[in-house]
């Protein structure tokens, strides 16, 4: 067994730091928490900061007062004294400041959230742009990239709901899929679906490819692969013939 005792040249206490035990190296009296890299946990103070996992050059260097956080990548949580938040890839949560709760995992992601709380983004740039938006979920390349102030959306697949800003309760899954909203309450599934809606909201649409003719459409529902509403108030069921779209009050179908 090596022991290493350090002095107090840095402003802690003069103590035994590290124990190393074979193949293992402890970190002691450091309230529990692992500091790996320049910078990282600079501002920790070991006797009240607990559980705390910070590894890359300056991976939460200004915290201060967080418990139960994990910081691994250059820039990781700098910024960061909130609580229950993990960071894993370069610049992950660079801003976020009070914000708790948060999963950012890939490069980039959530890289400018302040203060939006309950956030999880796992690729690179997902919700990059989310400053105070909460309650997102973001999953695949760039996934919410553009979201900023958008509250309760979830998207899932590569650059999916990639415009949105301010919208809030959008569902996006596939590639694509609503890659222009701003609008909110709208549900796109499948590859591409819903790219040309933007302003529009209330929509639905299921199927690859399924759109709508214009951009500001409100409670239309295309569903089927290439299907197009071009209407508000409308539904239409597969094919890409526009004048097929029917009113959805008093539409019924009979078998």
Avoid at 128 to 153: E, I, K, M
Avoid at 197 to 217: E, H, K, M, P, W
């Amino acid at each position: 067994v090596i022991h290493f005792s350090l002095g107090d040249n840095t402003g802690y206490p003069g103590a035994e730091y590290f124990t190393m035990i074979g193949p293992r190296l402890e970190v002691i009296n450091s309230g529990r928490s692992v500091f790996m890299g320049e910078g990282a946990g600079a501002s920790t103070d070991v006797t009240t900061n607990r559980n705390v996992v910070a590894i890359g050059y300056n991976a939460l260097n200004s915290n201060v007062s967080g418990n139960f956080g994990v910081a691994i990548g250059a820039f990781s949580q700098q910024n960061s004294t909130a609580t229950n938040n993990v960071s894993v890839g370069r610049f992950t949560l660079s801003t976020s400041t009070t914000a708790t709760n948060l999963t950012a995992i890939g490069s980039d992601a959530l890289r400018f959230n302040t203060s939006g709380s309950e956030n999880t983004a796992v690729g690179v740039g997902a919700s990059g742009n989310n400053t105070t938006g909460a309650n997102n979920t973001s999953l695949g390349y760039t996934s919410g990239g553009r979201t900023d102030v958008g509250d309760f959306n979830t998207s899932v697949g590569a650059s999916s709901l990639f415009f949105n800003e301010s919208g809030s309760s959008n569902t996006s899954v596939g590639y694509l899929s609503l890659y222009n909203t701003t609008g909110g309450n709208n549900t796109g599934l499948g590859r591409d679906a819903g790219s040309t809606n933007s302003t529009g909201s209330n929509n639905t649409f299921i199927g690859n490819n399924s759109d709508a003719s214009v951009n500001n459409l409100t409670n239309a529902t295309a569903i089927g692969a290439n299907s197009v509403v071009g209407q508000s108030n409308a539904l239409i069921l597969g094919g890409t013939a526009l004048n097929a779209v029917q009113p959805l009050w008093r539409t019924r179908v009979e078998l």
